[in-house]
């Protein structure tokens, strides 16, 4: 029989040989991609969540529907093991850097501390991923929030907004919190605005915004490779959401937190995201169990707030993954998606007044778009989700969240650092799981790496501190990256990472705990007394790498 025949036979009779054939084929050619190949360049998509918690959505094991995110699982690759730099400004300092905060001056939040390592603002010794990529041809963009400075609009300087540090256009809020529906400190590229007359929800205007850059570029320059930073404020305090969104999650969280957090576990495990070895952790100990607390109908509306601001930002990514495909380079960009902090336990009692309305970063607004005053902190009598109210869900919630590990956001467990992370990208990548050691801080490399770009040692005249992260490209690929340490330090919680221990304090006057991190993740069984040299040598470590980062000296003493 002629081999054209053959086929001919073999599509008349409905035969999957010539289909796998194909994929055989695609699979050989698959990963052949490398930085020096002409017209090598992807696209770039960077989506960061705030305050999701590390099994929130669908593919990391929880209950929210986030079917967006979980097609970017599907086809791409999730880091189990993944950290960021436990809270939101010093995670977005090194996210686009690839430095420690520190380094980069955001050490801490938008204050300044009069230390090199505390300035609450981003330095010039750093470069940002957009000034990086500028200089091989892409055109940068950015959506959302910002809050890597404490110099506000209308009235502050405009010297470490989106546009100084290498983004073309923007649309940024600058501060750290605020609002959904009115959102403060709204500049559109460098000029200060408002929120225009209308409806407005400010996680579908960042998708929105984002979508528009991609439609923009695309007509003016298609052959330009572009790289978009969509910065999110979901899931982010205050608890608002939009009133369909929440009715969609009435009754999904009604089995209460005890029972979500061991189905998470066990959904968690035959995912193969954790290890069965590691022992799910016990309720936070201020948490009461599930059938002793109270308020619960005001419990549950936090929850299903929480998880309509997820739904929503998946609704979002969505859109944007919906226009790279109609504008037919969805498989021609490289797309990262991972949240800047662990679970956010912060309840929202009356003590945050002088964090609300002091300071250089006012969070909140008094009253809403139509005059009507709002209804602060968290109160069993008031439902959160409308633009009135502002409240956040809170410790037990927060617990769920970080299954199964123990602590929160700011904290150095388990629960306050370790993110989802996960890169989209199938023509070139291996999908599944990888359980390698990564950091917020291998963002910055990992892009130049794909790009094609060059670090540079200088920059605009200054000198620039060596980058401090590794490329997960070759992780991508299946193959192992070395490294031996990561560290960690926020407001005194630190850690020091290998790939066997884990040594962590709470504060700065904590004492050193041990962990066995493959046999024991979840942090339940301290062996700092069983094995006090190797405690001697890792904290030693990390006083060498505290000292060289401007981590020390503290100003919390």
Request: aromatic residues 12%; charged residues 25%; contains cysteine.
């Amino acid at each position: 029989m002629k081999r054209r025949d053959f086929l001919a036979l073999t599509i008349a009779s409905g035969s999957s040989f010539l289909h796998s054939s194909l994929n055989r084929e695609r699979e050989k050619t698959k990963c052949k991609w490398s930085p020096s190949s002409p017209g090598a360049k992807p696209n770039i998509v960077l989506i960061l969540a705030d305050d999701l918690g590390y099994s929130d959505i669908g593919c990391f094991g929880g209950e929210i529907e986030t079917p967006n995110i979980d097609r970017l699982a599907t086809n791409g690759l999730r880091f189990t093991h993944f950290y960021n730099a436990a809270r939101c400004c010093p995670s977005r300092a090194s996210l686009l850097t690839g430095l420690y905060p520190h380094q980069t001056g955001v050490g801490d939040m938008m204050r300044d501390h009069g230390l090199p390592g505390y300035h609450g603002d981003l330095n010039q010794s750093c470069v940002t991923i957009a000034e990086v990529l500028r200089t091989v041809g892409y055109r940068c963009y950015m959506a959302g929030k910002w809050h890597v400075t404490r110099f506000l609009p209308p009235k502050g300087s405009s010297h470490n907004w989106p546009i100084q540090r290498g983004f073309e256009r923007c649309y940024a809020m600058i501060t750290g919190a605020g609002s959904y529906f009115w959102p403060d400190t709204l500049v559109q590229d460098n000029i200060p605005i408002e929120v225009p007359a209308g409806s407005f929800y400010f996680t579908e205007v960042i998708a929105e915004k984002t979508v528009s850059f991609i439609r923009e570029h695309r007509k003016k320059m298609p052959d330009v490779p572009f790289f978009i930073y969509c910065s999110f404020t979901a899931p982010h305090w205050p608890l608002h959401a939009l009133k369909e969104d929440i009715e969609r999650f009435q009754g999904k969280f009604n089995r209460g937190w005890d029972l979500l957090r061991q189905e998470r576990y066990h959904r968690m495990i035959a995912m193969g995201l954790i290890d069965k070895r590691w022992e799910l952790t016990p309720r936070q100990a201020m948490v009461a169990p599930w059938n002793k607390a109270e308020h619960k109908d005001w419990q549950l509306r936090r929850i299903e707030v929480y998880a309509a601001q997820v739904y929503a930002m998946d609704r979002g990514i969505g859109k944007i993954l919906s226009e790279l495909k109609g504008q037919g380079v969805l498989d021609s960009t490289f797309i990262i998606f991972l949240s800047d902090n662990g679970a956010c336990h912060e309840e929202l009692t009356p003590s945050w007044g002088n964090y609300f309305f002091q300071g250089s970063e006012r969070v909140v607004r008094l009253k809403t778009r139509d005059g009507r005053p709002v209804q602060f902190f968290n109160d069993p009598e008031i439902m959160p989700g409308p633009e009135d109210t502002y409240q956040s869900y809170g410790l037990a919630w927060a617990n769920l969240s970080s299954t199964p590990y123990r602590g929160f956001k700011c904290d150095a467990y388990e629960g306050g650092i370790a993110t989802p992370l996960i890169i989209h990208w199938p023509s070139q990548i291996k999908r599944g799981i990888s359980h390698q050691l990564g950091h917020i801080i291998d963002i910055m490399p990992t892009l130049i790496e794909v790009s094609g770009a060059k670090y540079p040692a200088e920059f605009n005249g200054q000198k620039i501190l060596g980058l401090e992260g590794v490329s997960l490209f070759s992780a991508t690929r299946g193959q192992n990256i070395k490294r031996d340490a990561l560290f960690f330090e926020h407001e005194g919680n630190r850690a020091v990472i290998t790939p066997q221990w884990k040594l962590i304090a709470s504060g700065t006057k904590g004492s050193w705990e041990l962990y066995d991190r493959e046999a024991d993740r979840t942090e339940i069984k301290d062996l700092a007394v069983k094995y006090p040299v190797v405690v001697n040598d890792l904290a030693k470590t990390w006083e060498t790498w505290a000292q060289r980062t401007n981590v020390l000296p503290w100003p919390w003493k």
